[in-house]
């Protein structure tokens, strides 16, 4: 069974960078063709998909996000980051990680959720 904790401060300022990361167990990843992903839910709104490395070491971003985001990985402690700098309010949410097998296939791990807030 694929399990996935995200980790990180709850608690950010406005212009500061937030860290966080995904710990994973029960999959590598850098098994052939999986997708890790950073999505966040803002108070109020949907699912907002921020970024995704993939099991070569790929990256895709949020277009919105791309100039203040970094998403990385360490492959010998089997997790992947996100990076998030110069923060503001609107960056307020619940931050997931999620797994997805395939390209082609839905998130089909999750982890619980990390909230954070960005205070001004």
């Known amino acids: 069974q694929v399990q996935l904790q995200e980790s990180g401060p709850g608690l950010v300022n406005v212009s500061q960078t937030l860290s966080l990361t995904c710990t994973v167990s029960?999959?590598?990843?850098?098994?052939?063709?999986?997708?890790w992903s950073w999505i966040r839910k803002p108070p109020g709104k949907g699912l907002e998909w921020n970024a995704y490395?993939?099991?070569?070491?790929?990256?895709n971003y949020r277009p919105s996000l791309i100039c203040r985001t970094t998403i990385s990985r360490d492959t010998s402690k089997n997790h992947f980051a996100l990076e998030l700098r110069a923060v503001t309010p609107e960056d307020t949410a619940m931050y997931y990680c999620?797994?997805?097998?395939?390209?082609?296939?839905?998130?089909?791990?999750w982890g619980e959720g990390t909230q954070v807030a960005v205070s001004s």
């Open positions: 999620a797994r997805r097998a395939t390209r082609a296939d839905e998130y089909n791990s």
């Open positions: 490395i993939k099991y070569d070491g790929s990256t």
């Open positions: 029960g999959d590598a990843i850098e098994k052939d063709y999986t997708y």
